[in-house]
């Protein structure tokens, strides 16, 4: 404790012990004077009592703490039902329980759970955009499937490529990847739009057949069916060439296959 502090406290003192009335704090205060201080040992301290500081051992019902003097040994609390005790336990010789250790083993479990959820929804589950390649020789709309158009563009550009649908050749063109200093007048292309060009009734139509000539199956002009085609070429009356996606084409047409990869 400082001193100073302490000849203000010391000061104060007859005003916090009371046994004055309001009129009789001015007559009756006199200044204390301390001209030394006691040395207290360890354990004790500094009280003021009977009008003189001296040294005195705190003593009360309260809880007593072990000194925990040696080396590498921590201050621990535990607490068994109705009682609990203070003791020095060195470091790392505390042994959770088996309940504790399986609470902790779920709580992680959860949290890593929890992280892959997060990380799922983040990210999505989106399959990335294919790039345009290029055209493979005209065929009409009987190519024979999706797989079939597939494997027409894997022997035309490699691993990997298949028939391209409306939205890559869309990121296609936005990237770049589709050269605009030239025109393409058709190309087969994936999309269903569940859409009846024709209006006749099939029940293809209804199945998202209809704009993909019954998922590339059909060479018929007629039964409802059209194919998807697209093309790049300037609006009438414009000079900048855009994609256009025509989703009538009968699907008789020769058309080559637009792949991407």
Do not use: H
Request: glycine content about 12%; hydrophobic content about 35%.
């Amino acid at each position: 404790m400082r001193k100073t502090k302490l000849l203000y406290s010391l000061a104060l003192a007859p005003l916090l012990l009371g046994g004055y009335s309001d009129t009789e704090i001015g007559q009756n205060v006199d200044p204390l004077t301390v001209t030394t201080l006691p040395k207290c040992a360890d354990g004790q301290f500094l009280v003021y009592r009977n009008g003189a500081v001296t040294c005195e051992t705190v003593t009360g019902s309260g809880t007593s703490l072990p000194d925990c003097k040696t080396p590498g040994q921590l201050l621990t609390y535990t607490n068994s039902g109705e009682l609990s005790s203070y003791s020095c336990t060195d470091k790392g010789n505390l042994q959770l329980s088996a309940t504790d250790q399986m609470t902790i083993t779920n709580l992680q479990t959860q949290i890593t759970l929890i992280g892959t959820t997060l990380t799922a929804v983040g990210t999505g589950t989106r399959v990335a955009a294919r790039t345009y390649r290029g055209l493979t020789t005209p065929t009409n709309g009987a190519i024979g499937g999706i797989k079939a158009a597939a494997n027409a563009c894997v022997a035309a550009f490699g691993t990997g490529a298949a028939m391209c649908d409306v939205y890559s050749m869309y990121i296609s063109v936005a990237a770049g990847k589709v050269p605009l200093n030239a025109d393409i007048a058709g190309a087969w292309v994936y999309q269903a739009e569940w859409t009846n060009p024709f209006g006749t009734a099939s029940v293809d139509v209804t199945a998202g057949l209809g704009d993909n000539c019954a998922g590339y199956t059909s060479g018929l002009a007629a039964g409802g069916l059209a194919g998807t085609r697209f093309s790049l070429m300037a609006p009438t009356g414009d000079t900048v060439r855009v994609p256009k996606f025509y989703s009538n084409t009968t699907c008789d047409t020769q058309l080559p296959i637009a792949c991407c990869q």
